[in-house]
């Protein structure tokens, strides 16, 4: 299983892009890279999913390069109500469970 | 529609004692995720449930913890003579897909954060 690799935390102000690379040298082949977002005091939500090139919804954008060993969340325009903690996951366990790392606590001022 | 739910949202015990933590799926999910969640990590697996059958619970810890889901809907999760070191948010999450297929989406409640003292 792919190990990720992510900032703990990053600062950002209102309005500003903020973008969370996240590194998986050993993703394989049929890995998906999904991106779940955590606020204090409830469950993690997904936000996008991957597989490669580019994906964009109305939260997110999500960059894969070709190589597929990387990848970045983007967040345009930020809030604070963004502030949160970012899960980058790559690939599953046996039974489909989610394999979450420490995520990037991202903290968004006014 | 509704989500996921889990009760109590919070509970404390003291060391020893026996508790039980409810998860609500959302209507018609067939899988059934617990994980359990210490301060500033992510969450951890713990089993998995496809209807009424723990099809993987080899995240269990040890044999202090149990979960049953007797009609492939509700599922409670059980912690025998608790430890101080149970403590911690354990999360519920449902999908509609059967486990196994890499981008089924997971909703999860908001959890349940259990003391021990």
């Known amino acids: 299983l792919a190990k990720t690799t992510q900032p703990i935390s990053m600062d950002s102000y209102e309005g500003q892009e903020v973008n969370i690379t996240c590194s998986h040298n050993?993703?394989?082949?049929?890995?998906?890279i999904t991106w779940y977002q955590q606020f204090p005091s409830q469950g993690p939500r997904f936000i996008i999913q991957?597989?490669?090139t580019k994906v964009t919804n109305e939260v997110a954008s999500l960059f894969i390069p070709a190589d597929r060993k990387s990848s970045t969340l983007s967040l345009p325009r930020v809030s604070l109500s963004d502030t949160a903690v970012y899960y980058c996951l790559v690939g599953r366990g046996s039974q489909g469970n989610l394999i979450f790392g420490k995520g990037t606590k991202l903290s968004v001022k006014p | 529609g509704a989500g996921v739910s889990q009760t109590p949202s919070n509970k404390v015990t003291e060391k020893g004692k026996y508790v039980e933590l409810r998860c609500d799926p959302i209507s018609g999910h067939t899988a059934l995720y617990w994980y359990r969640q210490s301060l500033g990590q992510g969450p951890e697996f713990l089993i998995y449930f496809q209807g009424t059958g723990a099809a993987d619970d080899s995240g269990l810890p040890n044999d202090r913890f149990f979960a049953v889901r007797p009609e492939g809907s509700v599922s409670t999760l059980k912690i025998q003579r608790t430890e101080r070191g149970d403590s911690a948010v354990y999360l519920c999450a449902s999908s509609p897909v059967p486990g196994g297929p890499s981008t089924d989406t997971q909703y999860f409640g908001p959890g349940t954060r259990l003391t021990v003292l």
């Open positions: 050993n993703i394989a082949t049929n890995d998906y």
């Open positions: 991957g597989y490669k």
